[in-house]
């Protein structure tokens, strides 16, 4: 069965450190998006991506994130100086507009564990 | 009300115990609806989706109320794999972002 991969599984950088996070998409899904969940609270929306652009942004997801899509199957999360409180499990997502529903059902990917010290 | 609001729990029953979960969202005009399925430190897993009055697999059933804006779900027959914190979960936003519920812990015990 097709999923949704992440990598690292777990990053641990400085505050005040850019960080990476990689995902790479089920294969023909079109919609793109990244979550966060911080310990012991819920998941959060962060940005959602289709067509190579930002289609819409949580208040979370400030100047210093960034995503992009470097070529036909990573999507990527840039935290560009990270703080004490961007530590939380990053997660990618994806799905595909012609499975007919009405709102198209989001596959997650295991996450990432980043921890800022 | 809040976006999407569920009772903590946690729920603690017996193997073999029926029990029912409740989620009450505030967008009225969220036509789909899911629950999803958190293990502890582990990604969110769809369960169920719900686009009408409800749907029904196997111990699970999902019913959604448009007119109290409610949506549950029914877990017949609980196993012990069945402990898990139940994400309600709606689409909200124009690109199906998807807001959470703070989840509902399920302890299933001998």
């Known amino acids: 069965e097709p999923e949704v991969t992440q990598t690292p599984s777990h990053q641990v950088t400085q505050m005040g450190q850019e960080v990476i996070l990689r995902c790479v998409p089920i294969s023909n899904h079109l919609y793109f998006y990244w979550y966060r969940q911080i310990l012991g609270q819920k998941v959060e929306f962060l940005v959602s991506?289709?067509?190579?652009?930002?289609?819409?942004k949580s208040e979370i997801f400030d100047d210093q994130f960034s995503v992009e899509r470097p070529d036909g199957s990573n999507f990527t999360l840039k935290i560009r100086s990270t703080k004490l409180e961007d530590s939380a499990m990053y997660f990618c997502?994806?799905?595909?507009?012609?499975?007919?529903?009405?709102?198209?059902?989001?596959?997650f990917g295991p996450g990432t564990r980043l921890l800022v010290l | 009300r809040k976006e999407v609001e569920q009772d903590p729990g946690p729920f603690n029953v017996p193997e073999g115990a029926t029990v029912a979960f409740n989620c009450t969202y505030s967008?009225?005009?969220?036509?789909?609806f899911f629950w999803y399925r958190q293990d502890c430190r582990k990604e969110p897993k769809l369960l169920m989706s719900v686009y009408s009055s409800g749907n029904e697999d196997g111990r699970f059933t999902a019913q959604l109320n448009r007119a109290s804006q409610y949506i549950s779900l029914l877990i017949r027959d609980s196993k012990l794999s069945d402990s898990a914190t139940y994400l309600c979960?709606?689409?909200?936003?124009?690109?199906?972002?998807?807001?959470f519920g703070t989840g509902t812990r399920l302890q299933v015990t001998l």
């Open positions: 979960v709606v689409p909200t936003g124009t690109a199906s972002k998807l807001t």
């Open positions: 967008n009225s005009a969220s036509q789909s």
């Open positions: 997502a994806s799905s595909d507009p012609g499975q007919g529903a009405i709102e198209e059902t989001q596959y």
């Open positions: 991506f289709y067509n190579n652009e930002i289609s819409e």
